[in-house]
């Protein structure tokens, strides 16, 4: 009912203030995967030009975003990874109450139904801030797999854990992700105080301190293809945000000449 203009229509394009400012780098995107077989390595629309994982790239390394944008027309694939994703906030959220909290299938499903259309979420369509939807849509099931993970350390639940951690970093928002890293430290450091109150056995508390970190360790390296290219630019000053060697040194590939103007005419370059 919420997206059913859209997503019954043949050919219109879901409203998003960021999506459509980045409208031009996903079809640049979509154009080099499908019709030159080979990931952009340079996006040429952000500070004179960048690397394009060191530019952020937004969702370029994500499964989901991957698979949609290559199935479908840009402007209809942007539309599809919010509705998307909004389905799979309130299908998450389901199975939290239901599989994790043990509720009633109708109290899972009203909480999947506030939680996927609470105006704090769903509004993030319009304002086409899709890492954040992304991020918070896979917010339910990390606590599920999360307090299954304490519940039950094993190899298995650390894994399913850190699928999701993998998953909310290669949305591209670290900085939303990174909060919920804390969050689930803090669920993580609060279940251990309350098991060595229950039982003060400091051995029992050891599995699952070490399957935490296990998958936690796990998810970030599966995602470390999108800090690596950070990491290697800051170091090696090819980045404007390497200034080890210099500022000049670092900025000397940037400041194109419609940058240059536009230091003194804002709208010259389109920023």
């Known amino acids: 009912v919420l997206f059913g203009s859209f997503l019954f229509s043949s050919d219109t ?5 960021d999506i459509i400012a980045s409208l031009g780098v996903r079809v640049m995107y979509r154009t080099a995967l499908l019709q030159y077989h080979q990931f952009p390595f340079w996006d040429a629309t952000r500070l004179g030009g960048m690397p394009t994982i060191d530019a952020s790239f937004g969702d370029a390394l994500y499964p989901p975003s991957i698979l949609i944008q290559m199935l479908f027309p840009i402007h209809r694939a942007l539309g599809y990874k919010a509705a998307v994703h909004v389905l799979l906030a309130g299908l998450f959220f389901y199975l939290l109450l ?6 009633s299938p109708l109290v899972a499903f009203a909480g999947a139904v506030f939680f996927m259309l609470n105006p ?11 890492g954040k939807l992304f991020v918070i849509a896979w917010l339910p099931y990390m606590i599920w797999r999360l307090k299954a993970l304490m519940e039950a350390p094993s190899l298995m639940n650390a894994t399913l854990l850190a699928l999701g951690v ?17 969050g689930l430290f803090l669920y993580w450091v609060f279940h251990l105080v309350l098991q060595w109150h229950a039982a003060r056995n400091l051995r029992a508390l050891v599995p699952g301190g ?11 390296g599966m995602a470390f293809m999108l800090f690596y290219p950070n990491v290697m630019f800051v170091r090696d000053a090819f980045s404007v945000r390497g200034v080890e060697r210099g500022f000049d040194y670092a900025a000397s590939w940037s400041l194109h000449w419609p940058e ?11 920023w």
């Open 166 to 182: 993998c998953m909310s970093l290669l949305t591209g928002h670290v900085q939303l992700t990174y909060f919920v890293l804390w």
């Open 13 to 17: 394009m879901l409203y998003g203030s």
């Open 120 to 130: 704090q979420f769903v509004t993030l369509v319009y304002s086409g801030h899709e």
């Open 98 to 103: 239901l599989k994790g909290f043990s509720t």
């Open 260 to 270: 240059f103007l536009s230091l003194w005419v804002p709208e010259f370059g389109h």
């Open 210 to 220: 070490v399957y935490f970190w296990v998958a936690m360790l796990l998810g970030v």
